[in-house]
Nanobody, 116 residues
Framework: QVQLVESGGGLVQPGGSLRLSCAASRFTFSLFAMSWYRQAPGKERELVAGITGNGGTRSYADSVKGRFTISRDNAKNTVYLQMNSLKPEDTAVYFC?????????WGQGTQVTVSS
C-alpha cells in the first residue's frame, strides 16, 4: 500500500519560514508527479504546488508564487515544500498527494499555523 508521511509543520510567526517534507514509500517514486494541497478551517482543500516525476516542471497556486518552492529528491523518495514569507492566511493543514494509475493517495497532513 502506498504511503505518504508528512512532517515539518508547526507554529511560525508571520514572515517566517518552514520546510515541509513528505516521505513516500511502496511505489516507484520517480515515475509520478507529486503535489501539495492545503485545507484551512471551513474551506475546501486547494492545490498549492505540483512537481513532475523528474522535477523538471513545477507549478504553483497564484497565492504562493514567489514565496513557496516545491522540490523533490528521488534518491530519498521525498518531496519538499519550502515556505517563506509566511502569512496568517497560509494557516492550514498541508497534505501530500499523488495519483497512481487512477488511484488517489493522500498523506495524513501536517498542521501549519502562522500567528504572532
Amino acid at each position: 500500500q502506498v504511503q505518504l508521511v508528512e512532517s515539518g509543520g508547526g507554529l511560525v510567526q508571520p514572515g517566517g519560514s518552514l520546510r515541509l517534507s513528505c516521505a513516500a514509500s511502496r511505489f516507484t517514486f520517480s515515475l509520478f508527479a507529486m503535489s501539495w494541497y492545503r485545507q484551512a478551517p471551513g474551506k475546501e482543500r486547494e492545490l498549492v504546488a505540483g512537481i513532475t516525476g523528474n522535477g523538471g516542471t513545477r507549478s504553483y497556486a497564484d497565492s504562493v508564487k514567489g514565496r513557496f518552492t516545491i522540490s523533490r529528491d528521488n534518491a530519498k523518495n521525498t518531496v519538499y515544500l519550502q515556505m517563506n514569507s509566511l502569512k496568517p492566511e497560509d494557516t492550514a493543514v498541508y497534505f501530500c498527494y499523488t495519483k497512481i494509475y487512477s488511484n488517489d493517495y493522500w498523506g495524513q497532513g501536517t498542521q501549519v499555523t502562522v500567528s504572532s
